[in-house]
């Protein structure tokens, strides 16, 4: 399978939900030698995850306009382009509806 994560949490300051993200990509990783894994945010960073993943990098806004737009039509592109089965967005800043057939946790 190939699994979207939205990740932006982890580019913010080190607090709860951001610790949360890191750790559940993390042994996801390590327990999951199957699937592969695509990392998306929008801050360029080096992870010293282990595992079968990628980095997708793209912009995320603050207002509101600009989150629909984003979650509109850059995770659909995503989703098409890198062909993922399932998105699970830990952020909640994806479209709640999209045309994708992608499964959105």
């Given at each position: 399978?190939?699994?979207?994560?939205?990740?932006?949490?982890?580019?913010?300051?080190?607090?709860?939900?951001?610790?949360?993200?890191?750790?559940?990509?993390?042994?996801?990783?390590?327990?999951?030698?199957?699937?592969?894994?695509?990392?998306?945010?929008?801050?360029k960073k080096?992870?010293?995850?282990?595992?079968?993943?990628?980095?997708?990098?793209?912009?995320?806004?603050?207002?509101?306009?600009?989150?629909?737009?984003?979650?509109?039509?850059?995770?659909?592109?995503?989703?098409?382009?890198?062909?993922?089965?399932?998105?699970?967005?830990?952020?909640?800043?994806?479209?709640?509806?999209?045309?994708?057939?992608?499964?959105?946790?």
């Open positions: 399978m190939r699994i979207g994560l939205v990740t932006n949490m982890m580019d913010g300051q080190n607090a709860g939900i951001r610790r949360y993200t890191e750790n559940l990509v993390k042994n996801l990783l390590l327990i999951d030698k199957k699937n592969k894994y695509y990392l998306i945010h929008s801050k080096s992870y010293n995850f282990k595992g079968n993943y990628q980095e997708i990098r793209l912009p995320f806004f603050n207002s509101i306009p600009k989150k629909l737009i984003t979650g509109t039509f850059l995770f659909e592109k995503i989703c098409r382009d890198y062909k993922l089965d399932i998105l699970h967005d830990l952020g909640q800043i994806s479209p709640f509806f999209f045309k994708s057939p992608t499964k959105k946790i």
